[in-house]
């Protein structure tokens, strides 16, 4: 849906901001290709010194936050809501 709305980023297209939506493909074949399915999402919460903080659900099976670097092969994109 974000694709088609044309509010939707690649991973490596730019960097996120706080509120845009995460989406992962824990599935990657580890070429980062970002052309896989997405089976888990977050919000991100800031990026600072080369990392993306997201909060999200249904992680070890509660809420909770957590951090990946910039570029993480198995972040598939991310969704920009118009806030």
Do not use: M, Q
């Not at 980062?32 to 399915?37: E, L, T, V």
């Not at 809420?63 to 198995?74: A, H, K, Q, S, V």
């Amino acid at each position: 849906l974000f694709k088609e709305k044309g509010i939707w980023d690649e991973n490596d297209a730019r960097v996120p901001k706080a509120g845009d939506i995460i989406f992962y493909d824990w599935g990657d074949s580890g070429k980062g290709d970002n052309k896989g399915w997405s089976d888990h999402v977050g919000i991100v919460e800031k990026v600072e010194n080369g990392r993306v903080y997201t909060i999200e659900g249904n992680s070890g099976d509660s809420c909770c936050r957590r951090d990946y670097p910039l570029g993480y092969y198995e972040i598939l994109g991310y969704g920009i809501p118009a806030y």
